[in-house]
Nanobody
Framework: QVQLVESGGGLVQPGGSLRLSCAAS????????MGWYRQAPGKQREWVAS???????DYADSVKGRFTISGDFSKNMVYLQMNSLKPEDTAVYFC???????????????WGQGTQVTVAS
């Protein structure tokens, strides 16, 4: 069974920085995309950033220029460097993988349980 575990969340003042990490355990045959999503209280989960095995990275407009995603596909690790944090970045941050768990299986989403990021003075 594949599990993703996020770490690095916490409380930070506006303008501060945090670096989130997401480690995976269990067998994954191949990974197409690694990404980060977030969910603020009372809101739907929203996409933040993703990076593909072909080296493409994309960002939501709300974080572009402030957040940087990086992935190590050989180690199945993904990171999110968050700079210039704002109170509206407060949310639970989830990492995910778009992956094939076995040879010949369909692509599936694998999710972590999330890490809380709170931006407040």
């Amino acid at each position: 069974q594949v599990q993703l575990v996020e770490s690095g969340g916490g409380l930070v003042q506006p303008g501060g920085s945090l670096r989130l990490s997401c480690a995976a355990s269990g067998r994954i045959f191949s990974i197409n995309t690694m990404g980060w999503y977030r969910q603020a209280p009372g809101k739907q989960r929203e996409w933040v950033a993703s990076t593909t095995s072909e080296g493409r990275s994309d960002y939501a407009d709300s974080v572009k220029g402030r957040f940087t995603i990086s992935g190590d596909f050989s180690k199945n690790m993904v990171y999110l460097q968050m700079n210039s944090l704002k109170p509206e970045d407060t949310a639970v941050y989830f990492c995910n993988r778009v992956a094939r768990l076995r040879a010949g299986s369909s692509w599936t989403y694998v999710w972590g349980q999330g890490t809380q990021v709170t931006v407040a003075s």
